[in-house]
């Protein structure tokens, strides 16, 4: 079915809170109303939405903002090892997390409480806690915006990397996903080795996924602001990848950089770095960072979309100045 609303107010779409309006707003739920609709847009401006928490709008959208609502959870193939579930895109992503944990289905424990919803989790490839939704999935299926033509997407041709998916790279813009594959483990292999999870699950009775789950919520629910209450899409930058030697020179001049090696070179965390530049100090009358999380750009109420990038590009100019390091945002910015 298909749903079309005229001149529809954004603000509960953005968990930045940004009161925009979308000139249409269209919601589906098949791949079949996909493939109806895309010849309709034609030369319209159009913009795929998910939960919105992780978008910043700069203006109103004077195109098409269209939005999944397809739902179901189909399991493909089950056995003693693995299942492979094919997930609506319109689903809350916690839900279907919950969903999971509760059918004993592991992989998806550490991604709990992350916002947004099933088809976003491909697009940006969240993760947490050690853990990444791209690990888990084995396709993704989509409509092209241009001709309307369904396809399917393996593991490999998502190249899902930090944050990062073929989605955001040279099929940008360019398809509706429509359902996504998850293939989880019915023998567990949990993932312990950020923060203190095995000591809080084990302070809760055992590490099993619904301890790893509670945990991994209280520990959000304590440190990340609660979008209903504050606006943010929480990580605003990407934690820097810099070359070895940089590291190294960074290491000397700052000893408590906290880095991170990866297979294309050192991570940094960019939240440290904002801190260090001060910033926790800095808010103005619309715009600051969270007091216990610096990378976390907050609305603190009224701000636009035009505000919070000023704010964002001092940021960006104070980080690049003291560490030489350039920090881009990780939040998908709608001009
Ligand atoms: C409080 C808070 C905590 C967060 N914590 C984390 C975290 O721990 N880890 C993490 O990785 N992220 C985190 N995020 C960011 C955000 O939750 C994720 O990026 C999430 O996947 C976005 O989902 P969404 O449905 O809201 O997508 P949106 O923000 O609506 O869209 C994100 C992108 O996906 C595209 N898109 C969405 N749905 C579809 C679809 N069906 N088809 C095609 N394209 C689509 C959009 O065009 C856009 O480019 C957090 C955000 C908040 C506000």
């Not at 107010?9 to 707003?25: D, E, M, R, S």
């Not at 998910?50 to 195109?63: E, K, P, R, Y």
């Not at 997390?97 to 088809?119: C, D, F, H, K, R």
Request: a negative charge.
């Amino acid at each position: 079915m298909i749903k079309h609303f005229s001149s529809y107010p954004l603000l509960q779409h953005n968990t930045f809170g940004i009161n925009v309006k979308a000139a249409h707003f269209v919601e589906f739920t098949s791949a079949d109303d996909v493939r109806d609709i895309v010849p309709r847009l034609g030369e319209i401006r159009h913009l795929v939405i998910g939960g919105g928490s992780n978008l910043l709008f700069m203006n109103d959208f004077d195109g098409v903002v269209l939005h999944s609502a397809i739902k179901g959870i189909e399991v493909l193939h089950e056995d003693e090892n693995y299942v492979k579930v094919r997930v609506g895109s319109g689903i809350n992503w916690d839900e279907f997390v919950a969903y999971t944990v509760e059918q004993g289905w592991q992989g998806l424990e550490n991604l709990s409480a992350i916002p947004g919803e099933v088809g976003a989790s491909a697009v940006q490839n969240v993760g947490a806690y050690g853990v990444e939704a791209g690990d888990f999935i084995e396709s993704v299926e989509t409509v092209s915006l241009i001709d309307g033509t369904a396809h399917l997407f393996t593991k490999k041709q998502c190249a899902f990397a930090y944050r990062n998916s073929i989605f955001k790279q040279s099929e940008k813009g360019k398809n509706v996903v429509t359902y996504v594959v998850y293939k989880l483990n019915r023998t567990p292999r949990y993932v312990l080795t950020y923060g203190n999870l095995r000591e809080q699950c084990e302070a809760m009775g055992g590490v099993n996924a619904a301890n790893i789950r509670a945990a991994v919520c209280a520990t959000r629910a304590n440190k990340l602001p609660d979008p209903a209450i504050i606006g943010s899409a929480v990580s605003f930058f990407m934690n820097p990848v810099v070359a070895a030697d940089k590291a190294a020179q960074l290491k000397e001049l700052y000893p408590s950089i906290p880095t991170y090696p990866t297979v294309t070179g050192v991570k940094l965390s960019v939240g440290w770095m904002i801190e260090q530049c001060g910033w926790k100090q800095r808010s103005n009358s619309t715009v600051g960072v969270y007091p216990k999380q610096a990378l976390v750009v907050v609305n603190l109420g009224g701000a636009t979309g035009e505000d919070i990038m000023q704010y964002a590009a001092m940021i960006q100019k104070s980080v690049a100045e003291k560490f030489g390091v350039s920090i881009f945002p990780e939040v998908n910015v709608i001009e």
